[in-house]
Structures are given as C-alpha cells and as structure tokens.
C-alpha cells in the first residue's frame, strides 16, 4: 500500500462511511496530530473524539479531495468538506445551515501508518457559513 493510498483510504472511511473506529489501524498507535485549531498535540483518542464530534453535529459530513502528492515519507492533501448542521456541534446547537469549507492536511507515512498528521482547516469560514460568527 502506497503512502497516498493510506491517506486516501482515512478520507473514505471517515469522510464517506463515517467510520472513526474504521480509522484506528490506518494511525500508528504512538501517532501525533497536530490542528491548527487545538492547543497541543492530539493523539488518535483524542482526534476520534473530534471526529465524532464533527459527525454528531453534521450527520451528512462529507469529504472530497481536491489534490494529493505524495514525496517520501509526506502526502499532502487539499480537501473540500461540506455538510449541514442538524446536531449539537460542541455545545453549538443545531442552525440547520450548511457550510462548505477546505483544508490542507499532511501526513507522514511510516510503515502503511500515518505517524504524524498536521492539518490546516478553515474554521472561521465554517464558523461564518453556520452564522454562529459574524461573516
């Protein structure tokens, strides 16, 4: 399995069978994620719990790749995710908006495993789309 084909294979599980269990193998039990948008470094229990998060306040989630390369150890990703808000997100309740929004996410491929992920999401822009922030 190539490097890109692991990457791939997380936007179809949680991205189009919303599966994070499902995701659990394609992540080395010591992996890293950095966000931009959390304050330290997560490890896959946490980043599940985000994820579930995500998909208890958007049932519709989806994720689409836009561009992805792979160099050495490296995949990057540019991403379009998009679903509308129908459940608690966080404490956030339910606008019944929809948002369209991407991210640029990098992932190193140690062993078929994602090792350490960095991910760049536009948050203020989703934030902005479900009107829960000024535009």
């Not at 269990?21 to 896959?44: K, Q, Y």
Request: hydrophobic share 40%.
């Amino acid at each position: 399995m190539s490097n890109q084909s692991v990457s791939t294979r997380f936007y179809e599980t949680y991205g189009k069978q919303h599966d994070v269990e499902g995701c659990r193998p394609l992540f080395a039990a010591d992996a890293v994620i950095h966000s931009a948008t959390a304050p330290v470094p997560m490890n896959f229990e946490v980043y599940a719990q985000v994820g579930r998060a995500f998909l208890a306040g958007f049932a519709d989630l989806t994720v689409d790749i836009l561009d992805q390369f792979e160099a050495g150890d490296k995949v990057a990703t540019r991403l379009a995710w998009s679903g509308t808000h129908t459940g608690d997100l966080n404490g956030i309740p339910p606008t019944g908006r929809t948002f369209r929004s991407e991210a640029i996410v990098i992932d190193r491929v140690v062993n078929g495993q994602i090792k350490e992920r960095w991910d760049v999401s536009d948050m203020l822009s989703m934030m902005q789309q479900l009107g829960v922030i000024p535009a």
